[in-house]
């Protein structure tokens, strides 16, 4: 099996995220949960803690294009290590956002799993997996891609489909915090962290923040955050 030129998007749905994450290797302990605001504290209060990963979904437009690679900063990732991939599939942003939320949370994972397996067998010597490694574990989980690529409460667009909406994540890599985005140049680092919840980071509610600012005006409703965070189970 060769690696897909494109595939079906992932719905931003935290039942499909956490059935896909357990099934790469995730800790039962552990869930993807819907975020309805990271400024409101009764939405947020009811969210379980520690956040350990949040995934953004926000629509495309040209300021993100003419920003995404002048604007990246990892001139901490090389300190901080966090894990960064290179999204080379098209429509599969949701895969890596799930990719990242779970390699840079390894205490999250089973061990022996394929995700634990695959990190474990791959040393990498800077802050990215060599992208033909990548692409090697990507082709061997997409049978598990396309069955949950298939789950949701929205129409399956097709492979080919342009989408314009797209998936990042926030995470903590030693004292940073880091915006993981495949279709950049490396991590993009924030700044220093001040907590151990995600929820709690300023720089991450001032970064989602700045892409709803700079949405166009018609898909000012098309945004979506999920939370990698303990189970409620």
Not at 11 to 36: K, Q
Not at 52 to 61: C, D, M
Request: aromatic fraction near 10%; glycine fraction near 4%.
């Amino acid at each position: 099996m060769s690696l897909p030129r494109s595939v079906v998007p992932l719905e931003s749905n935290p039942e499909v995220f956490t059935r896909f994450a357990h099934e790469l290797g995730l800790s039962p302990e552990y869930a993807v949960h819907d975020i309805y605001s990271l400024t409101e504290p009764d939405l947020m209060a009811f969210l379980p803690r520690p956040m350990k990963a949040i995934v953004l979904l926000f629509p495309i437009n040209d300021v993100y294009e003419s920003s995404k690679d002048t604007s990246t900063r990892n001139e901490g990732a090389s300190q901080a290590s966090p894990i960064w991939f290179k999204q080379t599939v098209k429509n599969a942003c949701g895969l890596y956002a799930l990719l990242h939320s779970l390699a840079n949370n390894p205490d999250t994972l089973q061990e022996n799993s394929k995700i634990s397996h695959f990190l474990s067998s791959n040393p990498r010597p800077d802050n990215r997996f060599a992208d033909e490694k990548t692409d090697e574990f990507i082709v061997s989980i997409s049978e598990l891609y396309n069955k949950n690529s298939s789950y949701g409460q929205t129409a399956v667009p097709q492979a080919e489909d342009e989408v314009n909406l797209h998936f990042i994540t926030y995470v903590k890599s030693g004292d940073y915090i880091f915006e993981m985005d495949g279709r950049r140049n490396g991590a993009n680092l924030l700044g220093t962290s001040s907590s151990q919840d995600l929820l709690e980071e300023p720089l991450v509610r001032e970064r989602v923040e700045w892409y709803m600012n700079n949405a166009d005006e018609n898909m000012k409703l098309s945004f979506s955050l999920l939370g990698l965070a303990p189970s409620w189970d």
